[in-house]
């Protein structure tokens, strides 16, 4: 009697927990919008994503590191850094662990940092209808600097800096530092074949300028 | 209803064969991972190198502060180590895994940058591993009950364990699929195009000669939604079954060749045993000897522990040379 109750209990419990699981994990629909409130306790604990590729980037990306001599205008250094570990880990395949850990680190840093764009980008436009006026440019350029400036992300970022620094021999004492994210388009499926458009078009996406003392200032 | 489905699954469990292989399996995939990430560990869980990492939620409602665990890390890893290794041997039981689970979302929560689907579906398949009885093989010891109804009980919960397993999996293809039906690229049968065409993932120097031939692109396009949107309904009947599971391998394999996500595949392969009882594993195994015993290509009958003996063997040569490899790339070169 006492295991069948304890059964019974179980079974609610699994209910109630692929209730919620269904709830909170399909796409934004009417019951967990009006759940909102509830679904950071849940993802605190079962946080899960399951979107693997919808879409697929359309875009391959890049990240610069410039470093501008205080003291000499000339003496400039430019390092792009995702594309050798992309090769590196291509190469050594499968056993391409380091490779391939670094490529996570970095590439889901600019990813993470794409991503709080446009979250932020959403939150300007919410806050506009809401307070009914519009943010001036300069407004709108604190929020976003803000917003990037204190993800770990664009933190983990800026610190690498110092070890491109280092495998290059650079004093960073000595240098400005200037990171940038661009994107390059894959070319359309629609003009694969077209010799024409096969040149690479590259977008920068965002630039920042900092030294490592925390006076970063957004420069476009 | 109800009672009919206390009764059916507390009379027996019988995935009890599988549960114990995969737990034997997920415990090597998880110490060949501690060394891997062992040389990368500063960067990692540290903290001490250019990674910014975040607090660990779990740990701050443990009251265990995130800074004290990353300063300490290797006698926190060492114990991450000996629970896994503990539950390889099947020592401690149901208390070991769901320790195992602690520390694994601990650890996935330490370092969460480099964390991919595979490691997603990996906690969860470990949190319904702890109400799972994977002892009755491959164990020190097994599970002794003396009261039937304690042995009633824990039947039905790890029959419990292995349907949410199934659920999980089922759920991931059907969300998985949602998504890409209300994608542009997937339902215009171009995305592979795409997905081939990142050299992040570029597994091959064939990918981009792959991705230009427009008839394979529409081809693994719509089967990989195919196969995603009719697992969940399908898998559960016997006819379909064996065919799904198949497909869905075949897919887990071109994404971990084509894409080098070998490890997030390797889950979801292993994952796909679940469908199968330990009569069906069985059977499997029975056919196999009876078509080695027609086709008299082997003197002496096959026992089903020398296959389980073999086999083993070849798994345990293949993972050391592994981590003899790592060893060696790790700490000697």
């Known amino acids: 009697m006492i295991r069948k109750i304890i059964s019974s209990i179980s079974i609610l419990i699994f209910v109630f927990y692929w209730m919620t699981t269904l709830i909170f994990v399909s796409p934004k629909n009417y019951l967990n919008i009006n759940l909102l409130e509830y679904s950071d306790l849940f993802n605190s604990f079962f946080y899960q994503k399951w979107v693997f590729f919808a879409p697929p980037p359309k875009t391959n990306e890049r990240l610069y590191y410039t470093f501008e001599n205080k003291f000499n205008s000339k003496d400039i250094q430019i390092f792009e850094v995702i594309e050798p570990i992309t090769k590196a880990k291509s190469e050594n395949n499968p056993f391409n662990t380091e490779e391939d850990l670094l490529d996570y680190v970095l590439s889901n840093s600019i990813n993470n940092i794409r991503e709080t764009v446009i979250n932020t980008s959403e939150f300007i436009k919410y806050q506009e209808k809401k307070l009914n006026k519009k943010f001036t440019e300069l407004e709108k350029e604190k929020i976003y600097d803000s917003e990037i400036d204190n993800s770990s992300r664009f933190k983990t970022l800026k610190n690498y800096s110092k070890n491109v620094a280092i495998k290059n021999n650079i004093n960073i004492n000595n240098y400005n530092i200037k990171l940038t994210i661009s994107l390059i388009e894959i070319v359309p499926f629609s003009e694969r074949n077209n010799i024409i458009y096969i040149c690479k078009t590259e977008d920068m996406y965002i630039s920042k300028s900092f030294n490592l003392n925390n006076d970063e200032k957004i420069i476009k | ?333």
């Open chain 2, 1 to 333: 209803m109800m009672k009919k489905l206390l009764n059916n699954y507390s009379t027996k469990f019988e995935y009890s064969f599988y549960c114990a292989l995969f737990r034997v399996f997920i415990a090597l995939f998880l110490i060949k991972d501690v060394i891997i990430t062992n040389g990368l560990k500063n960067l990692l869980y540290k903290g001490v190198e250019f990674y910014i990492p975040t607090k660990s939620f779990l740990l701050e409602i443990l009251s265990i502060d995130t800074n004290f665990i990353r300063n300490n890390f290797d006698y926190f890893n060492i114990l991450y180590l000996i629970i896994i290794i503990l539950y390889l041997f099947g020592v401690g039981k149901k208390f070991t895994a769901f320790m195992l689970y602690i520390i694994f979302d601990i650890m996935q929560q330490l370092n969460s940058v480099t964390l991919n689907g595979g490691d997603n579906l990996l906690k969860f398949i470990l949190l319904y591993m702890v109400f799972i009885n994977s002892y009755e093989y491959f164990s020190i010891s097994k599970i002794k009950y003396k009261n039937p109804e304690f042995k009633k009980f824990d039947n039905f919960i790890s029959n419990m364990g292995v349907l949410s397993i199934k659920l999980h999996l089922c759920l991931v293809y059907f969300l998985s699929a949602v998504h890409k039906i209300n994608a542009d690229v997937w339902f215009n049968g171009v995305a592979t195009y795409y997905t081939l065409s990142l050299e992040r993932f570029r597994g091959t120097t064939f990918n981009l000669y792959i991705a230009k031939n427009a008839f394979i692109v529409l081809i693994s396009t719509y089967m990989t939604i195919l196969i995603e949107i009719s697992y969940p309904f399908l898998i559960w009947f016997k006819k379909t079954r064996k065919i799904l599971v198949i497909l869905a391998i075949m897919l887990h394999i071109s994404i971990s060749i084509l894409m080098m996500l070998l490890d997030f595949q390797v889950v979801f392969i292993l994952v796909q045993g679940f469908f199968f009882s330990n009569k069906e594993i069985l059977l499997t195994i029975n056919k196999i000897k009876n078509f080695q015993k027609k086709t008299k290509k082997m003197s002496n009958p096959i026992k089903l522990k020398n296959i389980f003996k073999i086999s083993g063997i070849w798994i345990f040569i293949i993972i050391m040379l592994r981590v003899m490899y790592l060893l060696i790339k790790n700490y000697l070169l």
